[in-house]
């Protein structure tokens, strides 16, 4: 009879002990929101949510990137936006430098302003970015990867944007362009001096229509590097979905169980503990 009193105790305590696991699992589950602990838990769930964790892996650091591109692209596009409007200006003076009743006094401060522009153009195309790097590559375009077997180009070379650019006198550059155009302003001999600006300012006319279609060709940039950030944007939400479809614990009916749990073990330590007050004698009765 002791005896089996003793295997009685010894099963009750290991329900108790399974009891007490199960609590603490209901309430690491809670804790984590998963079901999946361990993969043990469910293989085939705890596999998939393994291959999701890769993806994610993966596509965090294209959304690093393309955070990167997307700041290449929006500087791009600031800086192309105040080229742009220099050289309106500079079409603007070389207009009114065109006009007979222009002084040389006034001619010489057009040229003035037209070098000035020069100099600007010529720092803006040396602009840095975040990383200290040239803005405008002086070689190939630097392309950045986004996306499995992807690159993007958030901004063209320099040459693609301030090189080559057809002018009647042949392909110059943009500061070239201008430079040329105070020159001409200036040129002492008028038959010379009119020749030199009407070839000056269909040059300008040249650069400023070459500079606003890069500018569209930026935004066009822009625009892709955005698309690609939301279609991560939303890959990242959905991945977030499935994973939380497999893993993730139905707290409702997690909660119910653990209350109901916990229930049944302060019932069963409750009449563990009333048992176990009797002495060996009133085991023995």
Known sequence: MISGTRYRLTAEINRQSDLAREIARAQMEISTQKRILNPSDDPIGAARVAEIDRTQANEEAWRRNVETAAALASRADTTLASVEAVMVRAKE???????????????????????????????????????????????????IPVNAGLRVAPVASR?????????????????????????????????????????????????????????GEQGVRGARVDNIKE??????????????????????????SLEAKKLSLEAAQAVFARVNQNTLFDLLR
């Open 231 to 256: 279609r991560l944007t939303e890959s990242e939400l959905q991945l977030n979905e499935v994973r939380t479809d497999i893993e993730g614990a139905d707290l409702v009916k997690v909660i119910a």
């Open 93 to 143: 003076l070389m207009v009114a430098a065109s006009s007979d009743t222009m002084s040389d006094q006034n001619r010489a401060t057009i040229a003035a302003e037209l070098a000035g522009i020069a100099e600007d153009i010529a720092t803006l195309i040396d602009t840095r970015d975040s990383r200290g790097a040239l803005l405008f590559s002086p070689g190939d375009a630097l392309e």
């Open 159 to 215: 040459a693609d944007i301030f090189e080559g650019i057809d002018t009647p006198g042949g392909p110059m550059d943009l500061v070239a362009i201008v430079a040329n155009a105070a020159a001409a302003v200036t040129e002492p001999d008028p038959g010379l001096r009119e020749a030199a600006m009407r070839a000056s300012l269909e040059a300008v006319n040249a650069g400023t229509a070459h500079i606003t279609a890069e500018r």
